[in-house]
């Protein structure tokens, strides 16, 4: 077992003390990681955009499908994220003190109402790119009608299971990671034991500038097991690993105990290499619905009193009035 690079007290780097530090780099012209300079070199002002995907006044996001011009003239299509990110305590001094312009909205009594402006660097959007996007990834982030499923253990034999075969959406990300080729710097935490062991690394969602959204993924090293279906009883040493070792990497790095995350797993997941999710608890992450997210624990529960409960029991889950495997449910009838 070992922590992976960087060392020890650079695993105990604040938030604060990190976004200082990326701030600097960037003044020094150095990349603060792969993603970053990846995204950095997506063309955004030359993007058109072809549809709003989806939009959320909750969230504060906008999913945008957007078409990028090639020497040929042909259009790739993208999909960019964009999301106003929370404040951050440490910084708030700052942008009180550094902001541009407070215009008056509505004055009445003692109410008011104003915009306050802020510096460029007080005032970022988190912006994630697929880029070039498939279809697949298009229809991904597309708002559509859910429909409740209920999967037997039958269904998923007949009917998921050879639907997850026929589809070929890529999980080279995932292998890029186990392998060092993509990410390697933002690694947080590996166990590097093939069968058991993990890579534990913030998940794309988290900019990693405040705790309020923390958001990691422990993705397994071991090959194979598709998702909660594939768990038995032999899966347990791996699944505690996680738990655990995942925890614990967390609270060194992060300062935020075991108690305080949601750790748990997708049902469906849209990678189907197994991997587990980390939130903070107090975060109302995209897909900790009780449709989607099995916690950690009980799914170790569950493996201990009996090896072959994932394989048997039903398993509900909501599916996109546009998905493939809706309509595979319904042409079985079990819809
Ligand atoms: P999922 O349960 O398969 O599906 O989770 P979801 O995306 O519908 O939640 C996969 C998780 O991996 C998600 O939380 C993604 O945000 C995250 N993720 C996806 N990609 C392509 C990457 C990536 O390239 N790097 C990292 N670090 N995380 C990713």
């Not at 541009?100 to 510096?119: K, V």
């Not at 499923?149 to 009917?159: A, F, L, R, S, V």
Request: glycine share 4%.
């Amino acid at each position: 077992m070992r922590a992976t690079s960087p060392p020890d007290e650079e695993m105990a780097e604040s938030p604060t003390a990190k976004r200082k530090r990326e701030e600097k780099d960037g003044e020094n012209g150095t990349a603060a990681s792969q993603g970053e300079s990846a995204a950095g070199s997506f063309p955004l002002a030359e993007m058109s955009v072809r549809k709003v995907l989806r939009e959320s006044a909750r969230d504060k996001t906008i999913f945008l499908h957007g078409q990028v011009n090639s020497a040929s003239g042909d259009g790739t299509d993208a999909v960019v994220i964009l999301e106003k990110t929370p404040f951050q305590e440490d910084s708030i001094a700052e942008l009180l003190k550094k902001h541009t312009q407070l215009q008056l909205q509505m004055s009445n009594d003692i109410y008011s109402t104003y915009h306050l402006y802020l510096p460029p660097e007080l005032n970022g959007i988190k912006t994630t790119v697929v880029y070039p996007a498939t279809e697949k990834h298009l229809q991904k982030y597309l708002r559509r009608e859910v429909y409740l499923i209920q999967e037997t253990g039958e269904d998923y034999k007949n009917i998921t299971l050879p639907f997850i075969q026929s589809q070929s959406f890529s999980i080279q990300w995932v292998y890029n990671i186990l392998e060092k080729k993509a990410e390697a710097d933002r690694i947080v935490y590996e166990n590097p034991d093939p069968a058991d062991g993990f890579v534990l690394i913030p998940d794309l969602k988290w900019n990693q500038k405040q705790l309020d959204d923390l958001y990691l993924i422990a993705i397994c090293h071991c090959r194979g097991i598709k998702s909660l279906r594939d768990l038995t009883a032999e899966h347990l040493p791996l699944l505690r690993n996680i738990s655990q070792e995942g925890k614990e990497a967390i609270v060194k790095r992060f300062g935020i105990a075991g108690t305080r995350l949601r750790v748990y797993l997708h049902y469906q997941p849209s990678y189907y290499h197994l991997h587990v999710h980390f939130t903070a608890l107090s975060y109302d992450a995209p897909g900790c619905s009780v449709e989607r997210a099995h916690l950690l624990s009980d799914v170790i529960s569950n493996l201990e009193l009996d090896s072959w409960y994932y394989e048997k029991r039903p398993l509900a889950f909501a599916l996109r009035a546009d998905e493939p495997l809706l309509k595979k449910f319904q042409e079985a009838g079990r819809v």
